[in-house]
């Protein structure tokens, strides 16, 4: 938090610290505007959610035949069923998630990063509150729809507990990625050009996540590369316990995104204090 957020002025002129709870409802402000925002375009929601459709309709092909060929009723511990489900939760959170290393990098490249930087709130968490905005409302529309196409292909989905432990996991697995975005968009400062950054992530994030088939199915060696890395606890592991609400698997899920937060969150701090102190604005 820089010198501007650790103190306000008070009306008899003294300086006090903001309290947690008036720092937290600065933040909340932003995330309940940006939804209000989303909201007030329903169409482009709607059309962004039925996209999950397709997506599940592929699925269902593919591993319908893949199922047919082996003979066998469940492959790695799942079944067509365990596996479309899957799917439809990794598919949502993916689809879900706001990419806001670009709108970074835009602001960095333009300037407009040292007006932001010049408000009442930090640049980070802004961004953070803003685009959690989107990603609930998004969220929200991809599981109704994808889930209620992927029940008429295989049936009721998993019980009341893996919606609810996977719902707590996709919270820090938005973290997390959003950590990711913030280093790729602050990489600017010193690279400008974030494109091959951003489609390295991506790419990760497809195959080593677990977005286009579930690591379980992955040869030993490539799923425990996998699973020692960030990309697999954004995607993988909501997904996955999504289908297998256990409570060791849950603690495992936490376990692995705390440590990734940490690690990824701390350089993405100690590059942003750095990129603010030596701030060079290339236009504008």
């Known amino acids: 938090m820089s010198n501007r957020e650790a103190s306000v002025l008070s009306p008899e002129g003294c300086v006090r610290n903001p309290s947690a709870a008036a720092v937290a409802g600065k933040y909340w402000a932003i995330f309940r505007t940006q939804l209000v925002n989303s909201l007030a375009y329903p169409i482009d929601l709607l059309g962004r959610s039925l996209l999950i459709v397709l997506f599940m309709w592929i699925f269902m092909n593919l591993w319908q035949v893949t199922y047919g060929a082996t003979g066998a009723r469940s492959i790695a511990g799942l079944t067509l069923a365990d596996t479309m489900w899957y799917l439809m939760m990794a598919e949502a959170v993916m689809l879900s998630k706001r990419d806001l290393s670009e709108t970074i990098t835009e602001q960095v490249k333009d300037g407009s990063v040292a007006y932001l930087l010049n408000k009442p709130f930090n640049f980070i968490l802004y961004h953070f509150a803003a685009g959690l905005g989107d990603s609930v409302?998004?969220?929200?529309?991809?599981?109704?729809?994808?889930?209620?196409?992927?029940?008429?292909?295989?049936?009721?989905?998993?019980?009341?507990?893996?919606?609810?432990?996977?719902?707590?996991a996709v919270g820090l697995s938005w973290l997390l990625d959003f950590c990711f975005s913030a280093l790729i968009g602050l990489s600017a400062f010193v690279v400008e050009e974030t494109n091959a950054f951003r489609w390295i992530y991506q790419k990760f994030l497809l195959l080593l996540g677990g977005v286009l088939i579930p690591l379980d199915f992955f040869p030993a060696w490539l799923q425990t590369v996998s699973l020692n890395l960030p990309f697999a606890w954004i995607i993988y592991g909501p997904a996955r316990l999504f289908v297998d609400p256990s409570l060791a698997r849950l603690g495992q899920v936490f376990l692995q995104q705390g440590i990734w937060l940490t690690v990824v969150g701390g350089i993405v701090w100690v590059m942003y204090r750095r990129a603010a102190a030596r701030l060079v604005i290339n236009g504008g």
């Open 137 to 168: 409302l998004a969220f929200g529309g991809n599981l109704i729809i994808g889930a209620a196409v992927v029940w008429l292909m295989v049936g009721p989905p998993p019980g009341l507990t893996g919606w609810i432990f996977a719902g707590a």
